[in-house]
């Protein structure tokens, strides 16, 4: 019964607005990048292509040193969940597959096709498949998988993966996420002001893709100009099946989980996806890169990028190839200014920060966040815990966060894991009202890596045990069989013996009786 | 032309508030009462909260080189003087000056620092300060003053200071005429000797509800106490459960027996009960941490409260009941734990 309320709750998605805990009000910074523009960024002098893009281990460059490729050739491809593809930004000479730093959270090197272009900027022979709403929903999914698309509000979760899961489960809502809830990222709010029939476009063929029947865009109470585009490209597309819903503007309210609660009133099962509710979440900038796949059969070579903070001259929304140096990006937007301090690649709660700026643009990059020292923390005096309960107070995930902190210091792993630490979403809400500056998301991720790693341990400990007590078994198998085999023989000559006696006695019986005869 | 940066970690955010940002808001958020407080009952508050305060600090910077931590930033937390201050608020005005210091002595060093400083320790420490020279000295603590509106002798600066500081009184001042009874203590004599509560209440140190002068302290203890809610340092949850569980089960005393028991809105605004709702019950430190344990904890002190004021050995039992429910802390902490996201 329970649970056919929840379908019934999950189908009826953006009809009326849920909350979640917690959460924190947060200034927007956003308009100060949203006043110029879209501008294209020139091509560079190099391109650099990670071939580490999305969620999992690094593809495999599938050019060399030396080869001549074309814009949108594949260059590196990955074959866990499900496979994707890497693309050539432009055409040009593949210079070095070499190590280079890839803007990835854990600060290491990784292997990258650098390119050098001809200039010519020359396509390989695309594949258009302007009448996709005739087309078969697994030929959609087999051009997202080729064209290369990740989720592009920062997670590069592979789109094909979680649209074949959804295929699996069987959805009925499609969720588009336009709610970019961090400060200062403005890419997808303006994407969907200056291209809203290309994000409307997306969603429709991703419903056919994934035989939704209904979909709805989440976008923040903040963004009026967006709800008029949107809902103007809605009705030029005549589609009666797409929603925009206005959620309000509550860090994390983006976070997918959280986007689902305040959409359905649910929460997504501890360890389950979305799928399991009927649903799917999507970026919207992920929509319109499953738009220009298909209908123009261009790859993801290039994304939006918002170059903004206090320590830009000039924030704004650049459209970037991916693998054009971050330090051009900057420049196209006037430069530093003096007093900058740090560069982030996302946004200020939950992105990380750069060592370098010649860091190539990825697909995850949605904001390139150049932040003055008066922007950021002061070097971390750290207090004790006055067990205030702030952080319990924000939690999104509802999660004690001071005791978590306690039990990963003490290493009690199975105590932290029962108290959710795997639930942890490391929005940063804990650690940003935390009157004694303790740096708590890096204590969870500290305490999710450690959990990781013991659980494979465990694992492996579990297998060698499986091993060891199969052998046990085995031997004990043999030794009885080995028993059992000479028990038989014993019995096998013993009755041998008894038989030649029995014979033995036969014959002298006869022989009795003959010499009786005779 | 690329340019290297410093790393840090996410969230690459100001923080909102500091430790020393809450206390600080607390001692404001206790001005407005401690200026009633002067204004009715004379100057020698004053001087209990200075003394109290520099034996605080001594205490704290000892402790803090015994265990080799940095002096500036602990003491810069302004911990000790929250404590010091909410101890000296508990004293009667001219209690001698070494009740300040044994009371730190126990408040900071075991209290507080023996149970592992700043956020460990167990029991709120101005409470358990109080609570020992309350139970060591019962005599010296139980001198209390009129309010100096209705007092036979209104002392001097240099009377109260010579007070304090000697133990003794003035020549030609005995305790007899300038200490009084406070109202708490006043509904319990009489009504130990027979009389009605109603009768006790002739008392000039009553006011409308509760003590002359006390009420209005009371008054002004909440104002900073809604301060403290709009800014968010303490949440609802103990003060309105721990004054409602007065008021309601007071108000089912008086009921059955209004003879022996005061009118609800009395016990609100006579002994240390606002104060102890709004600001000491509510010590992060020693409270419950998630919201339904902090419901809890304030039932919990407001019934203590109530029945030591009711049937115990004290006039008041403000202390005790937040000291017996810091107890009970980390046990309604363990079953109140919400429940996780998609759990």
Known sequence: MMHIDH???????????????????LRHNKKISCETPLERTPLPGLLIVPLLQHYGPEAEATVKTGQKVLKGDEIGCFAHLGGGYVHAPSSGIVQAVARRPISHSSGADGWCVVIEPDGLDQWKRLEPLTDWSDADPALLRQKIRNSGIVGLGGAVFPTAFKTDEAIRQGIHTLILNGSECEPYISCDEMLMREEPDSVILGARILQQAIGATRTVIAIEDQMGVVNRALKQAVESAGDDNIKIVKITTIYPEGGEKQLIQVLTGLEVPTGGRPTDLGLLCQNVATATAVAQAVVEGKPLIERIVTVT????????????????????????CGGYTNDVARLVLGGPMMGYAL?????????????????TQSDIRPSQVEMPC???????????????????????????WDDAADSGLADCIECGCCDVVCPSHIPLVEWFRFGKSELRSLAVERKQAETAKHRYEA????LLRIKEERRQRMEEKKRAIKDGAQKQQKLAEAIARARARQDRNE | MSRKFDPGVAPHFPPQLTVTGVMQQVLYALLPGIIAYTWFFGPGILVQILLAVIFALLFETLMLKVRKLPLKRFLGDWSAVVTAVLFALCLPPLAPWWIALVGMLFAIVVAKHLYGGLGQNMFNPAMVGYVVVLISFPRVMALWLPPTSIASHSLTFGEVLNTIFTGSLSLGLSWDTISEATPLDAIRISLASGRMVSEARQSPVFGDFGGLGWEWIANLYALGGFWLLWRRIISWHVPVMMIGAVVALGLVAYLVDPGSNPVPLQHVFSGALVLGAFFIATDPVTCCTSNRGRLIFGVGVGII?????????????????????NMAAPLIDRYTRPRIFGH
């Open chain 1, 309 to 332: 903070g206090n320590g830009i001259r000039k924030p704004r929304n650049l459209v970037a190839r991916i693998g054009t140096p971050i330090s051009d990006l900057v420049e196209q």
């Open chain 1, 471 to 474: 052998r046990d078994a085995r």
């Open chain 1, 7 to 25: 379908a019934e709750q999950a189908r009826n998605a953006g009809e009326q607005v849920h909350h979640f805990h917690g959460g924190l009000h």
């Open chain 1, 355 to 371: 060592n370098s700026d010649a860091n190539p643009v990825i697909k995850a990059a949605n904001c390139i966040l150049a932040l």
């Open chain 2, 305 to 325: 409260t109530l029945s030591i004021r009711s049937w115990g050995g004290y006039p008041d039992g403000v202390a005790f009941g937040i000291l017996l429910m």
């Open chain 1, 386 to 412: 006055i067990r205030c309960g702030e952080c319990a107070r924000v939690c999104p995930a509802v999660l004690l966060p001071q005791q978590l902190d306690w039990l990963i210091r003490n290493q009690q």
